[in-house]
């Protein structure tokens, strides 16, 4: 139906590509529905034009952060006030009903059916299961309740200094009210769930619909080699990699073609690495302006993505 949505977020370049995989994901599980994603002012222009090839709608929306760091520390994620930039989804008032989805989600299977759910429904919070998790929900965009949620966070705050909290605080009859708002956790189903209740995992997880890379490791802190299909980096917390894989079978052979398109001749680090065996550390993703920046500051990743293996690869790749 063109009024019912997929809605996600992203506010820099990592988080876009999170958004890139999601698309991507979406779209070879054949939604019928429309795809959206909200951008921050700091999303480069070579990602805004992958994310034109994949989505249908990219809205630049404000970045509204809690500025909370008080409980931003409880969880310690200093860097998720800026979820609060989450609630513009519901000013898209041009659809009718939408599901919200984390950029850090992958689909495995047709969600569709999630439209017959209403407003709000979620999966529980693994951590405390009589919260729902924000990173996947059924909304219906109205301007009078974008409105009332932004008098609730002036007036009560986030008790988790991000979206999360704020939504559970409003919508606070989910727990109780209505059965039928409880989404089954394998449209959410987040990848700790993986270490804290294993045999679980190994019982239904063949079932999950959605996978929710939640927690401060996302698969783009990894590094992946595409001709063995292996990651590299610290893999705590991720005992059955599988999804990460997955993930990145997708962001390497589907998504990097397109970023390699748009980048031109400007370098890029796309986090696949042809010989894993070569360097030892894991590699953040910054954005070619932020690695230009700190190139300028005379802060060059000289072990790492700017090593001369690697200029010399991307050299290779132009000459080719
Ligand atoms: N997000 C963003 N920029 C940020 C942090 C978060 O765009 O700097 C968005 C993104 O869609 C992300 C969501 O907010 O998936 C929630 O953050 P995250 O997934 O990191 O939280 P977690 O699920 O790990 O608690
Ligand atoms: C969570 C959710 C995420 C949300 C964050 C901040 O753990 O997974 O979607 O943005 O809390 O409230
Ligand atoms: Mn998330």
Same mark, same amino acid.
């Given at each position: 139906?063109?009024?019912?949505?997929?809605?996600?977020?992203?506010?820099?370049?990592?988080?876009?590509?999170?958004?890139?995989?999601?698309?991507?994901?979406?779209?070879?599980?054949?939604?019928?529905?429309?795809?959206?994603?909200?951008?921050?002012?700091?999303?480069?222009?070579?990602?805004?034009?992958?994310?034109?090839?994949?989505?249908?709608?990219?809205?630049?929306?404000?970045?509204?952060?809690?500025?909370?760091?008080?409980?931003?520390?409880?969880?310690?994620?200093?860097?998720?006030?800026?979820?609060?930039?989450?609630?513009?989804?519901?000013?898209?008032?041009?659809?009718?009903?939408?599901?919200?989805?984390?950029?850090?989600?992958?689909?495995?299977?047709?969600?569709?059916?999630?439209?017959?759910?209403?407003?709000?429904?979620?999966?529980?919070?693994?951590?405390?299961?009589?919260?729902?998790?924000?990173?996947?929900?059924?909304?219906?965009?109205?301007?009078?309740?974008?409105?009332?949620?932004?008098?609730?966070?002036?007036?009560?705050?986030?008790? @988790?200094? !991000? $979206? *999360?909290?704020?939504?559970? &605080?409003?919508?606070? =009859?989910? #727990?109780?009210?209505?059965?039928?708002?409880?989404?089954?956790?394998?449209?959410?189903?987040?990848?700790?769930?993986?270490?804290?209740?294993?045999?679980?995992?190994?019982?239904?997880?063949?079932?999950?619909?959605?996978?929710?890379?939640?927690?401060?490791?996302?698969?783009?802190?990894?590094?992946?080699?595409?001709?063995?299909?292996?990651?590299?980096?610290?893999?705590?917390?991720?005992?059955?990699?599988?999804?990460?894989?997955?993930?990145?079978?997708?962001?390497?052979?589907?998504?990097?073609?397109?970023?390699?398109? @748009?980048? !031109? $001749? *400007?370098?890029?680090?796309? &986090?696949?690495?042809? =010989?894993? #065996?070569?360097?030892?550390?894991?590699?953040?993703?910054?954005?070619?302006?932020?690695?230009?920046?700190?190139?300028?500051?005379?802060?060059?990743?000289?072990?790492?993505?700017?090593?001369?293996?690697?200029?010399?690869?991307?050299?290779?790749?132009?000459?080719?």
């Amino acid at each position: 139906m063109a009024d019912q949505a997929f809605v996600t977020l992203a506010t820099n370049d990592s988080y876009a590509r999170g958004a890139m995989v999601l698309g991507k994901s979406l779209k070879n599980h054949k939604t019928s529905k429309k795809l959206v994603v909200l951008i921050g002012p700091h999303v480069s222009d070579q990602s805004r034009a992958v994310l034109h090839n994949i989505y249908d709608e990219v809205r630049l929306v404000d970045v509204l952060d809690s500025g909370d760091a008080a409980h931003l520390a409880m969880m310690k994620r200093p860097d998720l006030g800026v979820t609060f930039t989450k609630l513009h989804c519901w000013t898209l008032t041009h659809y009718s009903k939408c599901v919200f989805m984390d950029a850090d989600t992958l689909v495995v299977s047709n969600i569709d059916e999630l439209f017959d759910r209403e407003e709000l429904s979620a999966a529980p919070d693994p951590g405390w299961p009589d919260c729902f998790n924000s990173g996947v929900f059924v909304f219906c965009p109205s301007n009078e309740t974008y409105g009332k949620l932004l008098q609730y966070c002036t007036q009560h705050g986030s008790f @988790d200094g !991000g $979206d *999360q909290g704020v939504l559970n &605080g409003f919508f606070s =009859d989910w #727990a109780t009210a209505d059965i039928t708002k409880h989404l089954p956790f394998i449209y959410n189903m987040s990848s700790i769930a993986i270490y804290t209740y294993l045999p679980a995992f190994k019982q239904y997880g063949a079932n999950a619909k959605v996978v929710h890379f939640l927690g401060q490791m996302k698969p783009w802190s990894y590094t992946y080699n595409p001709s063995q299909r292996r990651l590299k980096g610290d893999m705590q917390g991720s005992l059955d990699p599988s999804f990460l894989l997955e993930w990145w079978a997708l962001y390497s052979g589907e998504v990097v073609p397109l970023l390699m398109g @748009d980048y !031109g $001749d *400007q370098p890029f680090y796309s &986090g696949c690495e042809e =010989d894993v #065996a070569e360097s030892t550390h894991v590699q953040p993703i910054m954005s070619s302006a932020e690695r230009k920046q700190k190139w300028e500051q005379g802060q060059a990743d000289y072990m790492g993505i700017d090593s001369f293996d690697n200029i010399q690869k991307k050299l290779d790749v132009f000459l080719k």
